[in-house]
């Protein structure tokens, strides 16, 4: 008897697996990570053939990477505002760190990794709050970064 369903695929990762490591800086549980990613910046080049047709050209410009955006419940740990601190203060070489976003499959084993380099808080936003709300307070953290790339 043959089946129709493929025993041999891998599965993909669950979106709520992950782990940040900010070289001491940060530690403790997210919510939410976005931003894991780069873009290379188009640069339109507009010239006219020898036929007189116009022609744009798209040309490959600098490349840049995404801030990423991290949320967490808000508790009594003040980290992520220290950090932030350091660079109000001035100390943004101080502030700078490297780090990491490991996901994890679902017996917790590390399947993908971004390393990101030279990052720095360039955001803190405390919670939204409400009198008659019923959620949790949430704190969001967003970090300049010079580089990442996917290792895992």
């Excluded at 919510?31 to 053939?49: A, M, R």
């Excluded at 744009?56 to 740990?77: A, Q």
């Excluded at 409400?130 to 990442?148: F, P, Q, R, V």
């Amino acid at each position: 008897m043959t089946t129709s369903v493929d025993t041999a695929r891998e599965d993909p990762l669950v979106g709520f697996h992950f782990a940040v490591d900010l070289q001491g800086h940060v530690t403790g549980y997210f919510t939410e990570c976005s931003g894991l990613g780069s873009e290379t910046e188009t640069i339109e080049h507009k010239v006219v053939n020898e036929a007189g047709v116009e022609v744009v050209m798209k040309v490959p410009g600098r490349l840049k990477w995404e801030n990423i955006v991290l949320k967490r419940g808000i508790t009594s740990d003040m980290q992520i505002w220290e950090w932030r601190k350091m660079v109000e203060n001035g100390d943004v070489a101080g502030a700078r760190c490297d780090g990491s976003v490991v996901m994890y499959d679902q017996t917790l084993t590390e399947v993908a990794r971004w390393n990101f380099q030279h990052a720095w808080p360039v955001k803190v936003t405390g919670p939204s709050v409400k009198a008659d709300g019923n959620e949790i307070g949430i704190e969001e953290l967003t970090i300049a970064h010079e580089y990442i790339e996917r290792v895992s």
